[in-house]
């Protein structure tokens, strides 16, 4: 009968392996070669004495299905600082956008030069975090865009005293944000997605290889998606040339935006590994 339960591994002044007695619920730690050579070895499962042998013959460092891979605060304290830089650029796109700019002879929102930093953000998140925690990040940035639109939309119902002079421009201000709440939303959840998976995708064909393929691939293909979606929908009663024109200028911006934004995301990497990969195993080792 097997009375002893395997709960995992914890690194102290030696290895030790955690039990767990099955008739009480207590649960007792011993030195992993201790628990190799006891008889306690007799009341596990086949599967957990390969698991002990496996971690005691191997090096201590190899990982085994009872491994509990945990995080430092630091690279906590990272994803919840990039989750902010992301709702920030986003919400900051969504005011931008309804702004027709000139650039270059290009009609193009203003919000180009904004959004497409988006990508660079939910990269550097997939790349480190891996893709569930990038698409977590960017349903929260979606759902604080709705919650932000929906406190903007609130705010025009209570009447302004007369003095103030931005009435008509706040009014204005509201009703064009909500007016392309529907087209930045479906452009904004269906693009940053795609690009999340294609990174996602290539990264594990090439085996985490060629950054830079990655990288600029998933952003081009989320940028013609985005740009189509947005831009027919917002601007389309400027005319189909005007609609083609703009479109062409944003992909334009968004291919200059996805080569350049390859620099910063190496530059990520080296600051990941540096201040926290090697800052959570000085935290191990002290």
Not at 149 to 161: D, H, K, R, T, V
Not at 211 to 233: G, M, Q
Request: net charge positive; glycine share 4%; charged share 15%.
């Amino acid at each position: 009968m097997q009375n002893y339960k395997l709960l995992g591994f914890k690194r102290k002044a030696k290895l030790t392996a955690n039990f767990l007695v099955k008739s009480t619920g207590h649960t007792f730690s011993i030195p992993l070669n201790e628990a190799v050579n006891s008889e306690l070895m007799d009341y596990l499962s086949p599967f957990e004495q390969r698991e002990i042998y496996r971690k005691y013959y191997s090096s201590h460092d190899v990982n085994t299905a009872y491994e509990f891979k945990d995080k430092s605060q630091k690279h906590w304290n990272a994803y919840i600082f990039l989750c902010c830089v992301l709702v920030s650029l986003y919400l900051s796109s969504t005011i931008t956008a309804i702004k027709p700019i000139s650039f270059f002879n290009l009609t193009l929102p203003a919000a180009i030069f904004i959004y497409p930093l988006t990508y660079i953000i939910s990269d550097i998140l997939n790349e480190y975090y891996g893709l569930s925690l990038a698409r977590k990040a960017i349903n929260l940035s979606f759902f604080c865009n709705l919650i932000f639109c929906g406190c903007l939309y609130y705010s025009s119902f209570p009447e302004a005293i007369p003095s103030w002079g931005l009435i008509d421009a706040y009014s204005s201000l509201v009703f064009s944000v909500i007016s392309v709440l529907l087209a930045s939303s479906l452009a904004y959840i269906i693009s940053e997605h795609i690009n999340a998976y294609i990174l996602y995708k290539i990264k594990k064909l090439t085996s985490s290889k060629y950054l830079f393929i990655r990288v600029f691939t998933s952003s081009i293909c989320a940028a013609i998606i985005d740009s189509f979606i947005f831009i027919s929908i917002v601007f389309h009663s400027l005319g189909k040339e005007t609609v083609i024109s703009m479109i062409a200028g944003q992909l334009l911006i968004k291919s200059i935006y996805a080569t350049l934004g390859i620099f910063p995301i190496y530059f990520s990497r080296y600051l990941f590994k540096k201040f926290i990969l090697e800052g959570k195993m000085n935290d191990r080792s002290s």
